[in-house]
T-cell receptor
Framework: DSGVTQTPKHLITATGQRVTLRCSPRSGDLSVYWYQQSLDQGLQFLIH???????AKGNILERFSAQQFPDLHSELNLSSLELGDSALYFCASARRGTDTEAFFGQGTRLTVV | GQSLEQPSEVTAVEGAIVQINCTYQ??????LSWYQQHDGGAPTFLSYNALDGLEETGRFSSFLSRSDSYGYLLLQELQMKDSASYFCAVRDGRNQGGKLIFGQGTELSVKP
């Protein structure tokens, strides 16, 4: 157990809908990263938050947004969902923004039908 | 921009040694990390190299050459449970920020 909690584990929703994925980092970790992993693909970096502030963005679609709250949990919001958004979404946390050792949650498997 | 190149798949037999290479390109370099991911599971951290040379952790070793923008993960005494995907990763950024970028992953299949 990495100490990072993601909910829900599975999500099935229809095209055009909006969903929110939640991530609770390890106790004391200030950094949260979000990744998308499509079938048999690598981990695509979406966004990085450090202590409540956005620090870096990857190729995140405009339909996607995220935030990190004062208690350091983070949410990833996906809207106007398309079939191609079906993927595993991982969050990872790290103690500091410069750490290369990140701890991953078990992921949320999103299926858009 | 940042990019990492690693082979898409490698096959080896139990008990053998396998090397997974990674070449990277980043605007700033803060070290090379390796992660393991079993089928659809959470990636787990294996090792990190900030300086040139070899780091050994049990059966796994990782090497870095900053001048060549190159590193590798060496797995010895392969076991069936080592069948997984292996990702190299680099950090690009500064000031408590930045991206942690992963390669596309190398799928290792260990055969009996």
């Amino acid at each position: 157990d990495s100490g990072v909690t993601q909910t829900p584990k599975h999500l099935i929703t229809a095209t055009g809908q909006r969903v929110t994925l939640r991530c609770s980092p390890r106790s004391g970790d200030l950094s949260v990263y979000w990744y998308q992993q499509s079938l048999d693909q690598g981990l695509q970096f979406l966004i990085h938050y450090y202590n409540g502030e956005e620090r870096a963005k990857g190729n995140i679609l405009e339909r996607f947004s995220a935030q990190q709250f004062p208690d350091l949990h983070s949410e990833l919001n996906l809207s106007s969902l398309e079939l191609g958004d079906s993927a595993l979404y991982f969050c990872a946390s790290a103690r500091r923004g410069t750490d290369t050792e990140a701890f991953f949650g078990q992921g949320t498997r999103l299926t858009v039908v | 921009g940042q990019s990492l190149e690693q082979p898409s798949e490698v096959t080896a037999v139990e008990g053998a040694i396998v090397q997974i290479n990674c070449t990277y390109q980043t605007s700033g370099f803060y070290g090379l990390s390796w992660y393991q991911q079993h089928d659809g599971g959470a990636p787990t951290f294996l090792s990190y190299n900030a300086l040139d040379g070899l780091e050994e952790t049990g059966r796994f070793s990782s090497f870095l050459s900053r001048s060549d923008s190159y590193g590798y993960l060496l797995l010895q005494e392969l076991q069936m449970k080592d069948s997984a995907s292996y990702f190299c990763a680099v950090r690009d950024g500064r000031n408590q920020g930045g991206k942690l970028i992963f390669g596309q992953g190398t799928e290792l299949s260990v055969k009996p």
